[in-house]
């Protein structure tokens, strides 16, 4: 399975949100996508927007999902969201510990594990995502970064509940700056990934996607590495030409 995830981040209103996913739609009718042919494509706007969202498209290929969710069920949580309603909204996917979330909310590798569990057990796939800032890949941390997130974030994971995990290799430094990771860093860091997952007793087929600045341009080097199963869309996402581009790209090449 290859997946093309789009995370809007704090972009749309729901009026904009239902705008561009009818531009998505539209233009990604024609596509060879959906969880039959083995490649899913899942866009994630603001909570506010997944309503707006659902209605245009329910009944078609595309899915949504969430940016973050609670680690609690319910509750005393002042402006929270669980995994529970956005279940219920239809979601299919919730990322957990996107650096913009480590970085602002403070979100440590032990919450990160929580949220994760709840989103799988509510039914949804979590996108664990991880990744290294340039001053650690500078001073040769990588690896130790990637298995301390992996190791902690996947604490709660049980084996019945492999086949509803996804790991974003995200290093820090390429997120929104325009500066993609090359594709033998891309590849080292998924091997890395797969090693540190296998010690982990997690099967072969977790899917691992890269995510950090992917264009159009740049979507081609990175799908055809080793271990790179999709990618994890910021910037790009909002532009529904150059998503449209993205999702037929990965289409072209996928293989299983
Ligand atoms: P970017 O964001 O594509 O804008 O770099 C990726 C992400 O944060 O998931």
Redesign the pocket.
Known sequence: MRWVVG?W?MHTTPSEAKQLARQLWRLLKSACIGPEVGLRVVVCPPFTSLEAVRRVLARTRLEWGAQTCHEEVQGAYTGEISARMLSELGCTLV?VG???RRRYAAETDERIAQKLFRVVEFGMHAVL?VGETWHERERGQTVTVLEQQLERGLAAVTQALWPQVLI?Y?PVW?????VTALPEQIAEAHTQIRQILHRLGAPESVPILY?????AAAVSNIITQPEVHGV??????LRSGEFNAIVRTVAAHRCS
Not at 211 to 215: E, H, L, Y
Not at 232 to 237: N, R
């Open positions: 995370n981040k990322l996107h650096s913009e995502c974003a995200e390429a997120i929104g700056t325009g995510g950090g600045s992917v264009s994890l869309v910021g910037g790009a996402s």
